[in-house]
């Protein structure tokens, strides 16, 4: 598979913060991925600089080969709606999405009036004057019909309830599979996206902290809870990624793989076993040491841990 | 070509701002205009400037849209920052010559009826011109000048923000300010009224059209690098 985005050494620098840091990536054609993390870890720069709306310090990014700045070839391609996007003063969501699909030759028509009724968005209204809701509901019609070959989704679903989230989510994958591109889904709502992204690239304060397949992720950590003494007794000689203790219960994620014999042997001394979810796997790999309290005796594992962790996962 | 005249389509979203607001400001003032006529107990002709002036301030408000409304969007949907330039630009030029032909209609109307029967203009620019050309020019000019103002400074303030746009402005009034006073000091007032009415109705309109085109490049280059 090749490449459509490849990102080399990037650092964005503000006078007084480092929004990315030495960050280096390679996207795939027709995969979604999944950019997660906390607010603040960089996402909304990293994806403006994509799409040449920000600029790099230094490092070089390269999208379908070619530098983006001023590229009409490449930008034509590219679709990215913000999280707070501006519209021209007095649009009503019809005459937006009727301009964007002057710019997107593939523009889906269809798709942008199911999910206006399927959002109930007001048609006859000045996006200035919808809600969060609705803005972000626009904002999705649009980035969803352009099918532009690159997607970026910006925390799309902010003020959206939870049966307009689920429109979204199912739309996005329904017409993914009719015209497969790259889509590229910032959010740190993870546990709800998880099931949608193919690729995991996890940002912690401007650096690329997990960078892997998703299902890599899933099969590479598992937890246990139980009896304090008979977890600690089962967790010797294994890499800890997390540990919480509340009374006699301790749950600990283990890096690797659960085998059958010590779900017997967990069984036997009341440990349960249970799959460890992307949300649970980030949160352990990529919190930050001075959060304290969440943490056991044995501290955080390195972020380099995490990601020598999902590397091996990898190359099973 | 497609790329331009799609940031034009994208611009002429707003109709609202570009034609019709600048429309009814013109009939608002040009009715107040006729009623300070025939109010005014003079039989001499009356000129109202700064009714005719009016629509043309709507251009500052589009051009401020223009940029920090319009320019977002067209970043959303993958336009390059030229195409963006180009296509505001052509917008803002077609507008401003809708408006500029809408008052030399008026202004020959205006001379057809003797100033509407009471001897009241305010559609034909004072200076040397009741000619058209003379009037369609300095129209267009006019308000593409304020387009380009608010656009400019629309692009300054995003870029840098309001302590380097406040700067400038003050700064550029101070500059043109201190010009005025030395021109007093040294007595050369007279010399530039007598330069300026010199150059004639067309001949203003040419220095304003240079202006246009330098506010335009430095608009341009300012947009280059905003950062969203």
């Known amino acids: ?316 | 070509m497609t790329r331009v005249t799609n940031v034009m389509r994208l611009q002429l979203m707003n109709r609202q701002s570009y034609v019709i607001v600048p429309l009814l400001v013109l009939g608002g003032a040009a009715l107040l205009a006729l009623a300070i006529f025939l109010l005014v107990p003079y039989d001499g002709p009356k000129y109202a400037v700064m009714a005719a002036a009016a629509p043309l301030w709507a251009f500052l408000v589009v051009g401020v849209q223009a940029l920090t409304m319009s320019f977002p969007f067209s970043q959303a949907l993958g336009a390059t920052r030229r195409d963006f330039h180009i296509g505001t630009l052509l917008t803002a030029a077609l507008t401003a010559a809708m408006l500029a032909l809408i008052y030399l209609v008026i202004a020959l109307l205006e001379k057809a009826t003797n100033g509407w029967g009471v001897n009241g203009y305010f559609a034909t620019p004072g200076l040397d011109g009741d000619a058209p050309l003379a009037a369609f020019a300095s129209y267009f000019v006019l308000a593409m000048l304020w387009f380009l103002i608010g656009y400019w400074s629309s692009a300054v303030l995003k870029r840098w923000g309001l302590v380097v746009l406040l700067n400038v402005l003050v700064g550029l009034a101070i500059a043109l300010t201190v010009a005025a006073l030395l021109l007093v000091r040294f007595g050369a007032m007279q010399a530039v009224a007598e330069w300026v009415v010199a150059q004639g109705a067309l001949g203003l309109d040419a220095w304003g059209l240079l202006l246009v085109v330098v506010l335009a490049a430095s608009s341009y280059l300012t947009l280059r690098r905003i950062t969203q």
């Open chain 1, 1 to 316: 598979m090749t490449s459509i985005i490849e990102v080399k050494h990037l650092t964005k620098r503000y006078r007084t913060a480092t929004a990315l840091d030495d960050v280096s990536l390679a996207l795939d054609e027709g995969k979604i991925y999944g950019l997660l993390g906390r607010n603040g870890a960089g996402k909304t720069t990293l994806m403006s600089i994509l799409t040449a709306q920000n600029f790099a310090t230094s490092g070089r990014v390269r999208v379908f080969g070619e530098d983006p700045y001023e590229n009409a070839g490449v930008l034509g391609r590219l679709c990215f709606v913000r999280e707070n996007q501006k519209y021209p003063e007095r649009a009503t969501p019809p005459q937006a999405f009727r301009t964007a699909s002057y710019f997107y030759p593939n523009w889906n028509q269809r798709l942008a009036e199911r999910l206006v009724e399927e959002f109930q968005l007001p048609t006859d209204r000045p996006i200035q004057r919808l809600s969060r809701g609705q803005l972000s509901a626009v904002g999705i019609v649009i980035a969803l019909a352009a099918r532009a070959d690159v997607t970026f989704f910006d925390e799309p679903y902010l003020g959206l309830d939870a049966v307009a989230r689920q429109v979204f989510y199912d739309r996005l994958i329904e017409d993914y599979a009719e015209s497969p591109r790259t889509i590229v889904l910032s959010s740190h709502l993870i546990d709800e996206v998880a099931n949608l992204l193919e690729h995991v690239i996890v940002l912690d304060r401007g650096r690329v902290v997990i960078d892997a397949a998703a299902d890599d992720i899933r099969g590479s950590a598992f937890n246990i809870v139980g009896d304090a003494t008979a977890v600690a007794a089962f967790a010797v000689g294994k890499q800890v990624l997390r540990k919480q203790t509340l009374g006699n219960v301790t749950s600990v994620v283990l890096k690797g793989q659960v085998s059958e014999s010590d779900k017997v042997r967990l069984a036997r001394s009341g440990v349960e076993v249970a799959p460890v979810s992307l949300q649970q796997f980030i949160v352990s790999s990529a919190a930050q040491p001075d959060k304290g309290d969440a943490w056991g005796t044995d501290g955080p594992p390195a972020k380099v841990e995490a990601r020598q962790l999902v590397r091996n996962g990898g190359a099973r």
